[in-house]
């Protein structure tokens, strides 16, 4: 048996290094020389040999699961972007270039997000008199605790680990809950599309009630200091908001029923979910294994949709009319893309090549096989983490070019 040093994430490209001190490639390719063993069974099907190391295993499984994510991801995006185009009337660019990351957006503009882009811009550009009004309901994705926790036991380096509560592991301003009392001020009601919350203070989706400020309505018209706003309150909202709600109540708010409270709920709770990375489990584990797992659980979330609906005056224009059809059918998927499963999927690609030049806790001993399937996972992460930032700075364009001309 060979030793190793066990070198973390993305990094096992870069850093699974022979005791002669070669580098990776050599490392890899010396393995296969001389042992005769590689890694087909990964590289061709995504399969796992049983002889890899348990650790590098979770490591793997990590990469398959966060190369699927930002593949489908790839695809989201590419077809809402060039619906959004084609909509809008403009020449197919994109297609030509296949199914690489240049179809999506490169340099010379062509992509489909980059026509997307320019096209919305003109368009909102050319018709600023329609009053565009963006109204945005914010998807929530949720981690699996009971999954994080069974792929963490396969990370310890002790017999004994304290894996805690969803709630011990999630920061206290990330926690989600029913609340049955009343969500404190600062915190925020997580209405929904279809579920309004309880509002007093900033809604960032449609108000139903008392607006201080300006009260933009689908049709693009506004009202100022409405009693009865139906739309995009520019201030603070009295109300219900079919969105998040961000309390400005000194003594809190109940949110309504069944919906969510995030960041801070008086009296008792139930079902408590966590709307970002857990912390640490209080145990000693491999630190790249114990990242790789949050990457897994990430790659896995649950969901709630995104929304974005677009305000305007559609009688100003044709272009206008064919403008907010087709953000109000396509965009919502970028804005996932952007705010919910792209931004987290995105920060856990970061987190997996964050041990390029960091050893793990204790040396392992590892075998050729998870030697040469290290480095294989290794450059698949690498080509994942390039996937999905495309991805998500070409959806994002797409997003930022609609709120830039929107109230």
Not at 157 to 170: P, V
Request: aromatic share 2%; with cysteine; glycine share 8%.
């Amino acid at each position: 048996m060979l030793k190793r040093t066990f070198i973390g994430c993305g990094a096992l490209s870069t850093a699974v290094v022979l005791a002669m001190g070669c580098s990776v490639q050599a490392a890899t390719d010396n393995v296969q020389d001389e042992l005769g063993i590689g890694c087909e069974e990964w590289t061709g099907k995504g399969e796992i040999d049983a002889r890899v190391d348990a650790q590098v295993r979770v490591y793997m499984e990590a990469t398959r699961d966060i190369s699927s994510a930002s593949a489908n991801l790839k695809v989201t995006v590419r077809d809402a972007c060039a619906a959004v185009a084609r909509d809008l009337g403009a020449e197919d660019t994109w297609s030509k270039l296949g199914d690489g990351d240049d179809a999506i957006s490169n340099s010379g503009r062509t992509g489909a997000c980059d026509v997307a882009s320019a096209k919305i811009d003109a368009v909102m550009t050319a018709h600023a008199s329609a009053n565009f009004a963006i109204v945005e309901t914010p998807g929530k994705c949720y981690r699996d605790f009971e999954a994080q926790v069974a792929c963490e036991s396969q990370c310890k380096a002790e017999a004994t680990c304290q894996s805690g509560t969803c709630e011990t592991r999630c920061e206290p301003a990330q926690l989600s809950v029913k609340c049955s009392g009343k969500c404190k001020a600062s915190a925020t009601c997580e209405g929904t599309a279809s579920i309004e919350a309880n509002c007093m203070g900033v809604c960032q989706s449609t108000c139903v009630g008392e607006c201080k400020g300006t009260c933009t309505k689908a049709d693009g018209s506004t009202t100022e200091n409405d009693p009865n706003c139906n739309g995009k309150c520019s201030s603070s909202c009295n109300g219900k908001c079919r969105g998040v709600c961000k309390v400005e109540a000194e003594a809190g708010i109940e949110c309504g029923a069944e919906v969510r409270c995030t960041g801070g709920c008086e009296g008792e709770y139930t079902e408590p979910k966590c709307v970002t990375t857990f912390t640490p489990p209080k145990c000693s584990v491999n630190q790249t294994c114990l990242d790789s797992c949050s990457a897994k659980a990430e790659a896995n979330l649950k969901c709630e949709p995104s929304k974005i609906e677009l305000y305007a005056n559609v009688s100003v224009h044709a272009d206008v009319e064919k403008l907010v059809a087709t953000v109000n059918a396509n965009v919502s998927k970028l804005v996932a893309a952007v705010e919910a499963e792209g931004k987290v999927i995105v920060d856990a690609c970061d987190r997996l090549a964050a041990h390029a030049n960091v050893t793990a806790n204790a040396e392992l001993k590892l075998n050729a096989k998870t030697v040469s399937c290290g480095a294989a996972a290794g450059k698949q992460a690498t080509k994942a983490a390039q996937q999905m930032k495309t991805s998500f700075t070409a959806a994002k364009q797409v997003t930022d070019t609609c709120k830039k001309h929107s109230k």
